[in-house]
């Protein structure tokens, strides 16, 4: 660095002003280039601009970079103690030169106030000119701007040591900075201001592999969770590191509590896995019985190993019941003597379906929730020349982005962190030979679509980790409650898909369209009813009379819950009466409420104080918010700005 008197920078800056003449030896190379940007963007070197932004736009870009505060506030107030007393402030920046905290003594608050290096004030180096927080911005590097190095006069009087902040991926998100008067300039400024700034993407770098890790944890346990059979795992020495709420309930035990216990205290029998350490054999759908809750079950175990091989430890699978067979077909529940109705609407949907079930071609099922889209699809693959292949359902709602996939196309062995040994089979390959229904497709991410686009395009799949395809022979049957033209529309769909998914399409009618199948809905649903409550039931005249007049948001899994409710209601009586019926309340209207029309005497509203409303409730909604009040009300964040001026509304 070069060590220049004051005269002498003073100099060379009032020469280049006067005749374009700029010494390279009296003056530091970066000093240089950025005098000449300024020249060149015309900035007056007598005087300053101003940027600054008003109390809005400064709570927007605090809001934003909130995070940054935090984790920069405690370094800031440890590089302040060290200059406490010394005329000094500490200043941390955002990315594009607004000051977002200020921390110094009073005496150089009040003066550098007055060329706005305060919170809100723009020091970008198209403002201000060569600046130590402008220019470290421009050259991406810590800069040191010393007295008569900064372009603009009114600034000569400041010394200034700015660091660029980096996050994890190398993008610049602010700038930490040590101003103060120049007569007290100190040649380690610069070196404490870059230490703190190395401290605190340190800092960035460490929460950002700790929220890493936690999701891989959360992701972990949301598989854990979503599995169909208990799941234990245990250390060396037998203790139970891991239990799923699937495997609590086999075990008879809250997973919070069996876990860090020994796995035999808590079957109450000595565990197989405890062998399976000794002996390295693992085993498949071996018979556990555990006598003290009166059951047997059935286990499949493996060792986990680290990564350099050693055993840590051991996972099984439990299963209630018959042991798993491989390759046991997954047999449907319903046929098309399940569908229940005689109404012209359901007739209809009925011998659509009995037509496809004769084709090989994709189908798609529409329709509210609750009205059998999912017995529609059974009884397709019943009456289908497939009807003796599985029938596989996946509800693509149900499961987070994460894990669709793999769910879908399965996995290879060490394919990511935490797999099965010898990977897993995903929902297309268990299908093979059959059908799979794809519940809820109208969630189903978009990334997961043009992967579903090549299966029914190619017939082939790969697992996750795989390095070739294989052929699979299914039948795709998809259903949704959403309107699947709208979503194309919306960009939430992909158009080829839809139209490869659109071939036959079936709409379920709402129950309320086929009000007419009440009663034989009634009675086949009362029969089951009567078989799970070891009772007779039958409805009573008025009891109906109550089912006709309501809406039937849910269909018909709202009614069969209410008919269970009415039966627990009737205690020991066999037929169900209205004071037995409790119907439930509509979550939101079915069917909208027309807008009601101004009387001739009614004032009509100036478009103004409808706008001024608008943009009062947006405001009030988000809380001040510009950006989300924006984003409601389809304007540009200037165009509120302008607005809430305008208006004179508060925020």
Known sequence: MHKLSNPATEMVWSQYLETDHLDLQLV???????????????????????????QLELRERLQLRKHLVKVAHPFMADLYSFVQGSGFQVILADEEGYLLEVIGDPGILAQTRQVQLSPGGNWNEEIKGTNAIGTAIVEKRPVQIHAWEHWCQPHHFLTCSAAPIFDPEGCLIGVLDITGDFRHANAHTLGMVVAAVNAIENQLRLQKTTAKLYLAYRYSSTLLESMSEGLVSIDTGGIITELNTT???????????????????VLRTPAPMLQLLTHGNEYRDREISLAKLGKTIYSSASLLHDDGGRVIGAVAVLREGRPAIQGKPL?????????????????????????????????????????????????????????????????????????????????????????KKGGQAGKFEQAHGGTILLDEIGDMPLGVQAKLLRVIQEKKIARLGAAREMPVDLRIIAATHKDLAAEVRAGRFREDLYYRLNVVAIRIPALRERKDDLPLLVCKLLERIAVKLSRELQAGEDFLDGLAAHHWPGNVRELENVLERAALRAGAGNVLTSAHLLLDSPVVDTEPTPPTQPTAGEPIRSLKEVEKEAIARALAKHGGNISQAATDLAIGRNTLYRKIKEYGLSV
């Open 28 to 54: 530091k190379k970066e000093v240089a280039t950025s005098w000449r940007r300024c020249r060149a963007l015309g900035i007056d070197p007598l005087n300053q601009e101003r940027a600054d932004a008003g």
């Open 247 to 265: 495997g609590g309930r086999i075990l008879g035990i809250h997973p919070n509590s069996a876990k860090g216990r020994h796995i035999n205290d």
């Open 331 to 419: 047999l449907p529940r319903y046929s098309f003597a399940d569908l229940i109705g005689a109404s012209p609407a359901i007739l209809e949907a009925r011998q659509w379906a009995e037509r496809a079930a004769a084709m090989p071609s994709t189908v798609l099922l529409t329709g509210e929730s609750g009205t059998g889209k999912e017995l529609f699809a059974q009884a397709i693959h019943s009456a289908s020349p497939r009807c003796r292949g599985p029938f596989v359902a996946l509800n693509c709602a149900a499961l987070p982005e994460s894990l669709i996939e793999s769910e879908l196309f399965g996995y290879e062995e060490g394919a990511f962190t935490g797999t």
